[in-house]
């Protein structure tokens, strides 16, 4: 079946520190991915996309990039900030049997803590 | 627009009311989706509707009936709860046409607490 798996956290540090969030996904077919933030009290914000292997999702200088040899699509940021405190969702997207839409597979999350 | 707006933001209701959740985006999104989020859990998906039809059904119980009115709107009413069913419900939608725009994009959510 499709599933992700990512780092459960959560994970601390300090203002200005090098962060990475692994995640690898089992998908059958060629599955979109994502990573999604969420702010405490509030819904599911879209951080940045790949539709394919080899391409590379930035924002917020955040990025990932799809590896389909090694099934990863791995989150980092080279500096991150107190406002980086959040909890992040790795996610892959297929098309449904159905047709006309996508199917959201979620990993469980990893709670990060940004001390200044 | 990339906003889907979500009513109410917060609700308390008792095992034996009945309410509606509301959710609303102006994108021209024609995959529409609601799904449910437990404290410290990831969303799971609860129903899909598709060019304003229902395409998926993910085995929810029928004290949750889902509506979607017409293209831009999608309700889910709800009737004799549970205590259990308190979470945050999370309301998406998304292209639905075979584009390489595949995300979906999110509420702020309801926070329902059952009485």
């Known amino acids: 079946g499709n599933s992700v798996t990512q780092m459960e956290g959560p994970v601390t540090l300090s203002e200005e520190a090098f962060l990475t969030i692994n995640c690898t996904y089992t998908a059958t077919g060629y599955p979109s991915l994502f990573w999604y933030v969420q702010y405490p009290g509030e819904g599911l914000q879209l951080l940045l996309k790949a539709t394919k292997a080899d391409d590379k999702g930035s924002n917020k200088g955040f990025e990932a990039t799809y590896r389909k040899e090694t099934t990863s699509f791995h989150l980092e940021k080279g500096s991150v900030q107190v406002s980086d405190s959040a909890v992040y969702f790795c996610a892959l997207s297929l098309p449904t049997t159905q047709g006309g839409s996508e199917k959201l597979v979620f990993g469980k999350g990893t709670k990060l803590t940004v001390n200044p | 627009d990339t906003e889907v707006t979500q009513t109410p933001k917060h609700l308390v209701m008792g095992m034996t009311n009945k309410k509606s959740l509301k959710c609303e985006q102006h994108m021209g999104h024609r995959a529409m989706y609601w799904y449910k989020q437990k404290a410290k859990k990831p969303p799971e998906l609860m129903f899909v509707?598709?060019?304003?039809?229902?395409?998926i059904n993910e085995s929810v119980p029928s004290r949750f009936s889902p509506e979607c009115p017409n293209s831009s709107l999608l309700n889910l009413h709800l009737h004799a709860l549970q205590p259990e069913d308190s979470a945050l419900y999370l309301c998406a939608s998304s292209q639905g046409l075979a584009s390489e725009n595949t995300e979906a994009f999110f509420g702020q959510g309801t926070r329902l607490t059952v009485v």
């Open positions: 509707y598709s060019y304003e039809k229902l395409s």
